[in-house]
């Protein structure tokens, strides 16, 4: 089965509000984590990551945070514009290969 | 610097067709990865090649698929007699030649839909 799921399949925020979206991973030895963003017809596209030896990451208006106690991460979105409305899917990278969950849809209502 | 090419971006077959799926690496990358993504499902690893070799292909089904990267031109996913199962949308990804867990950047992808 896999290794990396997601807790909430859809997500509705307010535009200009923060988006907190949720993964959790199975795998203790993991240590290497991406998240991706899919806009409709597009190939995913890389946001930001984050390796075990850290616990926060903050790109431009994003930032992971990684809980290796309960193998749980999440990316934070601040300011959410319609623009973000996408599918987010969690990666974990194990060498080479990627091992995805379902994602999660972010629905951004103006 | 163009990003990882794919094509075609839609494709239609018969039953009983061949698919030729193309995919060319960003600039400098010497690794390629194919994944294959159902509806409304996260992306599933096929095969990871190098140039002229194939470093894994546990994710590969074992009948009608293969897939090669010479030492020029692009990646090739080939699909032989094609099944209604096979439609999906097949990503290729790419990552510069160092070991290790270097980031992988997606193309668009090859939609394809068998009649």
């Known amino acids: 089965g896999e290794s990396v799921g997601l807790h909430l399949p859809t997500l509705s925020v307010q535009e200009g509000d923060n988006s907190i979206i949720n993964c959790a991973y199975s795998?203790?030895?993991?240590?290497?984590f991406i998240w991706y963003k899919q806009e409709s017809g597009k190939g995913p596209q890389f946001i930001i990551d984050?390796?075990?030896?850290?616990d926060k990451r903050q790109g431009q208006r994003v930032t992971v945070l990684l809980n290796k106690t309960v193998k749980h991460l999440s990316l934070q979105i601040a300011a959410t514009q319609p623009g973000d409305s996408a599918v987010y899917f969690c990666?974990?990278?194990?060498?080479?290969?990627?091992?995805f969950g379902k994602g999660t849809l972010l629905t951004v209502n103006p | 610097n163009a990003g990882v090419m794919q094509n075609p971006r839609h494709l239609v077959r018969r039953r009983g067709q061949e698919a030729r799926l193309r995919c060319s690496p960003m600039?400098?990358?010497?690794?390629v990865y194919w994944y294959r993504q159902l509806p409304e499902e996260g992306l599933k690893f096929m095969v990871y090649?190098?140039?002229?070799?194939?470093?894994?292909e546990s994710g590969m089904p074992k009948e009608r698929f293969s897939a090669e990267f010479p030492k020029e031109g692009p990646s090739i996913l080939r699909i032989q007699q094609v099944v209604r199962g096979d439609s999906a949308a097949y990503f290729c990804?790419?990552?510069?030649?160092?070991?290790?867990?270097?980031?992988?950047?997606f193309g668009p992808g090859t939609r394809l839909l068998v009649l």
């Open positions: 990804a790419s990552s510069p030649p160092m070991s290790g867990q270097e980031t992988q950047y």
């Open positions: 795998n203790s030895a993991s240590d290497y």
């Open positions: 984050i390796r075990s030896n850290m």
């Open positions: 990666a974990e990278n194990t060498n080479y290969k990627l091992t």
């Open positions: 600039k400098g990358h010497s690794h």
């Open positions: 090649l190098q140039k002229e070799n194939i470093i894994d």
